[in-house]
């Protein structure tokens, strides 16, 4: 499903933050990456977001690269992805439903469906008696909930999740561990990004570990091993 | 589609303008001080022209006629005056109404009126008030008037004195003094719309620096340019019609001030503020109200094209 082939990222002042990193990942599978800061797990995700475009090597989703798609394609591509990250990122003038909403209507979504969608994803993130909250009102694990639903709501194919837990309490942690467990038997594939050993151990899934911007383990039942 | 996108860019421009309250209500007084630049501008452009348009009016060039001439003669060289392009009116005076004149202003010289008594015919001629359209035209006037052409049926000059050489010095002054105003006006006009322009323009750019990340969110989550930048047009939209709003209340009181404090007749430029407010009130309100939504909205998807490069 996503093809990562020999993919190199050189910034301009010679940082190397990826180096020649190739793997793939199949449909429905969890996946962790891990590794410590700066080890370039935020900068595979950004090549994967078509955030950022490698310097060398090639992104495929399916069979497209991803990198040379127009600024058009590249919106519709994003749509089939959701996107969790440490800090939330959710729009502070907007409520909950709002946040949640407008992931849909950016999808072309109509109002009907928006109405009937929002309450589930909430539902299932366990939200719903906060859906007219702003996030300033919100607890940092609620927050991430949020998040979350914001990202499942429009049904991606991928769900990628960087550092989710990274802001958060222990109990938080378990919770949104949970709530990604239960999106990827729902038939989601997860890319998790994480340097939470507890995280990892619980999971028993496989484990992508990086250093230096290079892949040093990948084991398919893995454990956090640095 | 189009339809639901565009009711839910306007909703969405809504709420943020009205949920960020206190960084709306600073960027609509920002725009007020730019729209009263504009405004004061109509403004003083207006009184200036009124002035000048007065002072242009107190200048003209008197031709006097012998006592001899015919007035057919005067009405024919009349006519031919009136058709030089540079001529705006020409007034004619006759001899009579000339002495009537005379006496009004001498009514308090009681020698004046009585030696003007003593005589039995009328000594003073008929003229031509003769008012050009622009003051440098006076020249080719009396260049005109000094020729040959205006000469009696007899061939015997009608003419006894034109005013001009007299009048050469501040007319020529006034010519320039009324072109210096002009360009400075201009100059002075343009300056302060720029710099109320750039102003506004960094108030909004700031504004949307605010919701930067909010952007790129947006952006990750798959929105276009346009649904991310529509919201902003919209508040950018508000923020113009709500200073516009404010800043044709803030001049009405102002011209009712000026309107009664220093009213038209006092300062003989023939212009009354508040009159002037209410006439034109429709001008003045379509260029405040349409400047103020042109530099909210122009400004607000100038200020977030930076932070769509995601």
Same mark, same amino acid.
């Given at each position: 499903?996503?093809?990562?082939?020999?993919?190199?990222?050189?910034?301009?002042?010679?940082?190397?933050?990826?180096?020649?990193?190739?793997?793939s990942?199949?449909?429905?599978?969890?996946?962790?990456?891990?590794?410590?800061?700066?080890?370039?797990?935020?900068?595979?995700?950004?090549?994967?977001?078509?955030?950022?475009?490698?310097?060398?090597?090639?992104?495929?989703?399916?069979?497209?690269?991803?990198?040379?798609?127009?600024?058009?394609?590249?919106?519709?591509?994003?749509?089939?992805?959701?996107?969790?990250?440490?800090?939330?990122?959710?729009?502070p003038?907007?409520?909950?439903?709002?946040?949640?909403?407008?992931?849909?209507?950016?999808?072309?979504?109509?109002?009907?469906?928006?109405?009937?969608?929002?309450?589930?994803?909430?539902?299932?993130?366990?939200?719903?008696?906060?859906?007219?909250?702003?996030?300033?009102?919100?607890?940092?694990?609620?927050?991430?909930?949020?998040?979350?639903a914001?990202?499942?709501?429009?049904?991606?194919?991928?769900?990628?999740?960087?550092?989710?837990?990274?802001?958060?309490?222990?109990?938080?942690?378990?919770?949104?561990?949970?709530?990604?467990?239960?999106?990827?038997?729902?038939?989601?594939?997860?890319?998790?990004?994480?340097?939470?050993?507890?995280?990892?151990?619980?999971?028993?899934?496989?484990?992508?570990?990086?250093?230096?911007?290079?892949?040093?383990?990948?084991?398919?039942?893995?454990?956090?091993?640095? | 589609?189009?339809?639901?996108?565009?009711?839910?860019?306007?909703?969405?421009?809504?709420?943020?303008?009205?949920? /960020?309250?206190?960084?709306s209500?600073?960027?609509?007084?920002?725009?007020?001080?730019?729209?009263?630049?504009?405004?004061?501008?109509?403004?003083?452009?207006?009184?200036?022209?009124?002035?000048?348009?007065?002072?242009r /009016?107190?200048?003209d060039?008197?031709?006097?006629?012998?006592?001899?001439?015919q007035?057919?003669?005067i009405l024919?060289?009349?006519?031919?005056?009136?058709?030089?392009?540079?001529?705006k009116?020409?007034?004619?005076?006759?001899?009579?109404?000339?002495?009537?004149?005379?006496?009004?202003?001498?009514? &308090?010289?009681?020698?004046?009126?009585?030696?003007?008594?003593?005589?039995?015919?009328?000594? $003073?001629?008929?003229?031509?008030?003769?008012?050009?359209?622009?003051?440098?035209?006076?020249?080719?006037?009396?260049?005109?008037?000094?020729?040959?052409?205006?000469?009696?049926?007899?061939?015997?000059?009608?003419?006894? &004195?034109?005013?001009?050489?007299?009048?050469?010095?501040?007319?020529?002054? $006034?010519?320039?003094?009324?072109?210096?105003?002009?360009?400075?006006?201009?100059?002075?006009?343009?300056?302060?719309?720029?710099?109320?322009?750039?102003?506004?323009?960094?108030?909004?750019?700031?504004?949307?620096?605010?919701?930067?990340?909010?952007?790129?969110?947006?952006?990750?989550?798959?929105?276009?340019?346009?649904?991310?930048?529509?919201?902003?047009?919209?508040?950018?939209?508000?923020?113009?019609?709500?200073?516009?709003?404010?800043?044709?209340?803030?001049?009405?009181? $102002?011209?009712?001030?000026?309107?009664?404090?220093?009213?038209?007749?006092?300062?003989?430029?023939?212009?009354?503020?508040?009159?002037?407010?209410?006439?034109?009130?429709?001008?003045?309100?379509?260029?405040?109200?349409?400047?103020?939504?042109?530099?909210?909205?122009?400004?607000?998807? $100038?200020?977030?094209?930076?932070?769509?490069?995601?």
């Amino acid at each position: 499903m996503i093809y990562f082939d020999k993919v190199s990222k050189i910034y301009a002042d010679n940082y190397v933050a990826l180096e020649n990193v190739t793997f793939s990942i199949e449909k429905n599978e969890f996946v962790s990456i891990v590794g410590q800061s700066g080890a370039g797990k935020t900068t595979l995700i950004k090549m994967l977001l078509a955030e950022d475009k490698p310097t060398l090597g090639k992104v495929f989703m399916e069979s497209i690269d991803i990198h040379s798609l127009r600024a058009k394609a590249i919106n519709n591509f994003r749509r089939k992805i959701g996107v969790v990250f440490q800090d939330f990122r959710l729009l502070p003038d907007k409520t909950v439903f709002e946040n949640i909403a407008f992931a849909m209507e950016v999808a072309g979504r109509s109002d009907e469906e928006i109405q009937a969608d929002v309450p589930h994803a909430l539902a299932l993130v366990d939200l719903g008696n906060k859906m007219w909250n702003f996030p300033r009102e919100l607890s940092g694990g609620e927050k991430q909930r949020v998040a979350i639903a914001r990202a499942i709501v429009n049904q991606p194919e991928i769900l990628i999740a960087d550092e989710p837990t990274g802001n958060l309490d222990p109990i938080n942690t378990q919770e949104i561990v949970k709530v990604l467990k239960k999106i990827n038997d729902l038939g989601t594939t997860v890319i998790l990004t994480t340097h939470n050993k507890g995280v990892i151990d619980s999971l028993g899934k496989r484990v992508i570990t990086m250093e230096n911007g290079r892949i040093i383990r990948d084991d398919k039942e893995g454990k956090y091993v640095i | 589609m189009f339809k639901t996108n565009v009711k839910r860019i306007i909703k969405s421009g809504f709420f943020g303008f009205f949920r /960020n309250g206190f960084v709306s209500l600073s960027s609509v007084l920002v725009m007020v001080i730019t729209l009263s630049v504009i405004a004061s501008v109509i403004f003083m452009s207006a009184i200036l022209n009124s002035s000048l348009e007065e002072i242009r /009016n107190k200048v003209d060039v008197n031709v006097y006629f012998f006592t001899t001439a015919q007035e057919s003669d005067i009405l024919a060289l009349k006519k031919s005056i009136e058709k030089l392009p540079e001529v705006k009116q020409v007034e004619y005076v006759s001899a009579k109404e000339e002495l009537e004149n005379f006496k009004t202003r001498h009514e &308090n010289d009681q020698f004046t009126l009585q030696a003007l008594d003593e005589l039995s015919e009328n000594p $003073l001629g008929a003229k031509l008030n003769i008012k050009a359209k622009e003051p440098h035209q006076y020249e080719g006037i009396a260049a005109f008037l000094t020729g040959e052409n205006i000469i009696s049926r007899n061939g015997q000059s009608i003419v006894d &004195n034109v005013n001009f050489p007299r009048n050469k010095t501040a007319i020529d002054k $006034l010519s320039k003094i009324i072109s210096s105003a002009q360009k400075l006006g201009f100059f002075f006009t343009l300056l302060l719309i720029i710099v109320s322009i750039l102003i506004t323009f960094n108030t909004i750019r700031l504004v949307i620096f605010i919701s930067r990340d909010e952007i790129s969110v947006m952006r990750l989550v798959g929105a276009s340019a346009l649904y991310i930048r529509g919201p902003f047009v919209v508040s950018g939209v508000l923020y113009g019609v709500l200073s516009g709003i404010f800043t044709l209340i803030i001049f009405y009181p $102002l011209a009712i001030f000026f309107g009664s404090n220093f009213p038209s007749s006092d300062f003989d430029i023939g212009f009354n503020v508040l009159d002037y407010y209410i006439s034109n009130f429709a001008q003045t309100f379509l260029i405040v109200m349409g400047s103020g939504i042109f530099i909210g909205a122009v400004s607000s998807y $100038l200020a977030v094209k930076r932070y769509l490069k995601i």
